[in-house]
């Protein structure tokens, strides 16, 4: 989970007793290298903290608790350096230590954090509405994600009861790869090459998953169309995805309305699709007072 900087100013008193325990060096060398991957436009960066950063990153992307050593190896940091860090950030209430195991993880205060980045944004005070609308008048369940790489979205909300709610379906979690009728549209509406898109098209799976010849030209169909339809990514369920494009037609958001395919015939697709662009529309006008980060 991506962090605001101006959320991580609890680690500010901390990062004099970081420094003084052997972390200025790797500091120093973790701010070089933003500073190369041409970071000078948003100030100078503070080597300690983007060094925490790489700890929680570390520790969200794992499916398991981690000791200090492993984070260390992940992270690409001394393991004394991981081990402070670590410390400070559980002191600050930001990742969890198991006494037992000696192991890590992200805290649950970051939900906190990410529902005042959610609450601050404007987004779901606009969103809201618009998706219980669609839901509401079709039946189905609506999804509002943002979009945080090629091919890659992060799930911010949803409303709906129309699919069973799972860990599949957690606010929070990011998809990676073009799957499903949301992964048309970020291909119809990204910036991906077709030699990127085959390459992540081949480490997604669908359950009846077309060739790349035929999700291409699926992605065709909905830059004709606006939206994308999909009934073969997961059984028995029907989707249907439209983008949400800031003023420059930068795919920001896809909205994705899904159900079982028997709750959404072809006659319901069209006027469907319909509402929920009608819904994006509303969202695009907005862009300009919304804090998306």
Same mark, same amino acid.
């Given at each position: 989970?991506?962090?605001? +900087? ?17 972390? !200025? ?13 041409? /970071?000078? =436009? ?5 080597? &300690? ?41 559980? !002191? ?15 805290? @649950? ?6 529902? %005042? ?6 987004? +779901? /005070? ?26 890659? $979205?992060?799930?911010? =909300? ?38 990127? @898109? ?20 699926? +992605? ?5 169309? %606006? ?7 997961? $059984? ?26 028997? /709750?959404?015939?072809? =006659? &319901?697709? %069209? ?7 009608? &819904? &994006? ?13």
């Amino acid at each position: 989970m991506v962090i605001e +900087m101006d959320r991580l100013h609890a680690l500010g008193s901390a990062t004099g007793a970081l420094r003084a325990k052997g972390v !200025a060096t790797e500091a120093i060398i973790a701010s070089r290298e933003s500073v190369a991957a041409g /970071d000078f =436009d948003r100030g100078k960066p503070v080597g &300690a903290v983007v060094a925490a950063v790489k700890v929680l990153r570390t520790l969200h992307a794992s499916e398991r608790p981690l000791n200090a050593s492993e984070v260390a190896r992940a992270a690409a940091l001394h393991r004394g350096t991981a081990y402070n860090i670590l410390r400070t950030l559980q !002191a600050e209430g930001f990742v969890a230590y198991d006494e037992a195991t000696r192991t890590y993880s992200v805290s @649950l205060h970051i939900l906190e954090i990410a529902h %005042g980045v959610l609450r601050h944004s404007g987004l +779901m /005070d606009l969103a809201r509405p618009l998706m219980h609308a669609v839901s509401d008048t079709y039946g189905v369940s609506v999804y509002l994600s943002k979009v945080v790489g090629p091919c890659s $979205q992060l799930l911010l =909300d949803w409303v709906g009861a129309a699919l069973r709610t799972d860990l599949y379906l957690t606010v929070g979690r990011q998809f990676p790869g073009p799957r499903g009728a949301s992964g048309v549209i970020m291909a119809a509406f990204g910036n991906s090459s077709e030699p990127e @898109l085959e390459r992540l098209f081949a480490q997604v799976a669908w359950y009846q998953k077309p060739s790349f010849p035929e999700f291409l030209a699926r +992605m065709h169909e909905a830059q004709k169309a %606006g939206f994308a339809v999909d009934r073969a990514s997961t $059984q028995g369920i029907t989707q249907v995805s439209v983008p949400v494009l800031s003023p420059s037609w930068e795919l920001l958001l896809v909205i994705t309305a899904a159900a079982h395919s028997h /709750d959404i015939d072809s =006659d &319901a697709v %069209g006027p469907l699709s319909r509402a929920m662009q009608s &819904a &994006a529309a509303r969202l695009s006008e907005s862009l300009r007072l919304l804090h998306l980060g």
